[in-house]
């Protein structure tokens, strides 16, 4: 019988080898938050992320009160390297407007909020080469405690463009076309299932709306199939300014598919906003890895203790029919 310490190793060598690639073993999203991770989908991987969402904002002032339901939505493609993913992505929204203090004053609009296109890649990964510490197979404490150089991120760039139609309600007055956007994104995998992400954003580059926005993200895996997360957001630009909360969590239906909710406020009244939105992600997985026979996989140290332990029983067999026979029986 194969020894305990014989699948722990295994199961050690294999943990340490996908938590530290670019493809993982069960989908990896950025909902519900909208944050960016700074890894790849992987190789070989298309992914969907959807989420229809409900949205009151309430502006006191102004005595206006928007009512609105949309999608926002994502398609993610890895592909060449596995640092490399390309995406498209954004949100459509249909609103209805009241002034409370002018009767029959209702308009109702629709557009697009967000439409883009880009490019992430990953410049530095501080995990790439930990598969040479080898976690310990005797204390849960040594493979969960806090380790310094968890402080160290990983660190990834993006590249886009925006599309706005013209007259949008969404964007200030002559915001129209394509315009840039660049964001970097960094990411902490600490131990116990935290990981925190932390983007900082320039978009729609030299237009009217010319936005810097930052976003940062604290998840934390519960069990094998739930997580929770908080997050923060903060926006500014002559447009549009504001400081928005999140909090909410995701359920890993299967390896390919989950599900997710989260709930989305501030704290000022210019205007008050409060959201609600249900999501989904779900991912077609044709990655493979490539089969690298350098003797330091986990399948092949593996395969070479059953194989010494299988001599070993061999030898000892024929050591044993050997001295049967000596006997002269």
């Known amino acids: 019988m194969k020894s305990i310490k014989t699948y722990l190793l295994a199961f050690s060598l294999l943990s340490s080898f996908y938590s530290f690639s670019q493809y993982t073993e069960v989908i990896n999203s950025n909902r519900p938050g909208v944050s960016l991770s700074a890894f790849s989908v992987g190789t070989n991987v298309v992914q969907f992320e959807v989420g229809p969402y409900l949205l009151n904002e309430n502006h006191n002032p102004l005595n206006r009160e928007d009512k609105s339901y949309g999608v926002d939505f994502a398609v993610r493609y890895g592909f060449l390297f596995p640092q490399l993913e390309v995406s498209v992505g ?16 209702e308009e109702t609009y629709s557009n697009f909020k967000s439409l883009t296109a880009g490019v992430k890649y990953l410049v530095y990964d501080p995990y790439k080469n930990s598969g040479e510490e080898q976690p310990s197979l005797y204390s849960w404490k040594a493979n969960h405690s806090f380790k310094w150089k968890h402080l160290i991120p990983a660190v990834s760039v993006y ?3 925006n599309y706005d139609t013209s007259d949008n309600p969404y964007t200030a007055a002559g915001v129209e076309g394509i315009s840039p956007r660049v964001l970097i994104a960094s990411q902490n995998n600490f131990s116990s ?35 929770v997360f908080g997050e923060f957001q903060g926006i ?11 909090f909410g969590g995701a359920y890993l239906w299967t390896r390919n598919f989950q599900l997710d909710t989260a709930l ?6 210019t205007p008050a906003v409060f959201g609600v939105t249900l999501g989904a992600s779900y991912r077609l997985d044709f990655h493979k890895d490539k089969e690298e026979k350098d003797g330091t996989s986990a399948e092949e140290e593996l395969e070479r203790r059953e194989n010494k332990a299988r001599g070993k029983s061999k030898n000892k067999r024929q050591k044993e029919d050997t001295n049967f026979d000596d006997d002269g029986i």
């Open 159 to 161: 590249a886009g463009i």
């Open 193 to 227: 299932g935290w990981v925190y992400v932390m983007n900082f954003m320039l978009d729609r580059i030299g237009t009217d709306q010319q936005d810097f926005s930052y976003v940062l993200t604290l998840t934390k895996s519960i069990f094998d199939q739930w997580a």
């Open 264 to 269: 989305t406020f501030n704290t000022k009244d």
């Open 236 to 246: 500014s630009s002559d447009f549009y300014a504001d400081n928005l909360i999140r």
């Open 90 to 105: 954004g949100a459509f929204q249909s609103t209805k407007r009241n002034y409370t203090n002018i009767p029959n004053s």
